[in-house]
């Protein structure tokens, strides 16, 4: 098993511009959520998924969109970057709504300048 | 508003001390309390405790849950250098279809020689 994957693993953009950070699973897990972390301020729940199909918002969604078309995939696309989106994103599953049972991918840092 | 507050934000002690990180919190819908160590990558999963009084422990590590309180406390005994990291406590709570994790700022160890 991979576990979760994330790519890339470092970025860096210009303000305005979008991505899509790939975060994929291979342990059949339901739920998958996105994370950032900023220095000071530990994790906060971006967006987060149930199952495929299924997707909602976390503390932080505001500029960011997320998608489930497979239970393997959970994406995660800025729409048009901003400064304040400069963090280490981290994607997360787990196989039920217990979350002691969540794995974090190793990932992915993002500076927009 | 839910929040988890750590304390203290940083600590540097010698091999061999013993340590004593805190977290308090305010979280609706409570449902356990989840300790990660963090070393320049992913959280890993520490502990989860869910009850009051009954002390989970791990080698050198323990940890404690007062519900009636609302606080925990992480416990390392004769630290090694190998123990610097950051120390997150998270709160996981039940939020309706799906259960949420509120993070603390974490605890910065550094164990020096």
């Known amino acids: 098993n991979a576990g979760v994957t994330q790519t890339p693993k470092f970025q860096v953009l210009k303000t305005g511009q979008s991505m899509t950070l790939q975060c994929a699973q291979d342990?059949?897990?339901?739920?998958m959520s996105w994370y950032r972390q900023d220095p000071g301020m530990g994790l906060r729940l971006i967006h987060y998924?149930?199952?495929?199909?299924?997707?909602d918002q976390g503390e932080v969604p505001n500029g960011y969109n997320v998608s489930r078309s497979t239970t393997e995939d959970f994406p995660l696309r800025l729409l048009s970057a901003a400064p304040s989106q400069t963090s280490v994103y981290f994607c997360?599953?787990?196989?039920?709504?217990?979350?002691?049972?969540?794995?974090f991918g190793p990932g992915t840092r993002l500076t927009v300048t | 508003e839910d929040k988890v507050v750590q304390s203290p934000l940083s600590l540097v002690v010698h091999e061999g001390d013993t340590v004593t990180l805190n977290c308090s919190y305010e979280?609706?819908?409570?449902?356990?309390l989840l300790w990660y160590k963090q070393e320049k990558k992913a959280p890993t999963f520490l502990f989860m405790l869910?009850?009051?009084?009954i002390e989970k422990k791990s080698g050198r590590l323990s940890s404690i849950l007062d519900k009636k309180e609302l606080f925990s406390i992480l416990n390392i005994t004769a630290t090694q250098t190998g123990d610097s990291a950051v120390y997150l406590c998270?709160?996981?709570?039940?939020?309706?279809?799906?259960?949420?994790?509120?993070f603390g700022a974490g605890t910065r160890l550094a164990v020096h020689p």
């Open positions: 997360a599953s787990s196989r039920d709504r217990g979350l002691q049972s969540q794995y």
């Open positions: 342990m059949n897990h339901e739920y």
């Open positions: 998924s149930v199952g495929a199909g299924i997707t």
């Open positions: 979280v609706t819908n409570f449902r356990s």
């Open positions: 869910t009850s009051s009084g």
């Open positions: 998270a709160v996981e709570a039940d939020s309706g279809g799906y259960n949420k994790l509120i």
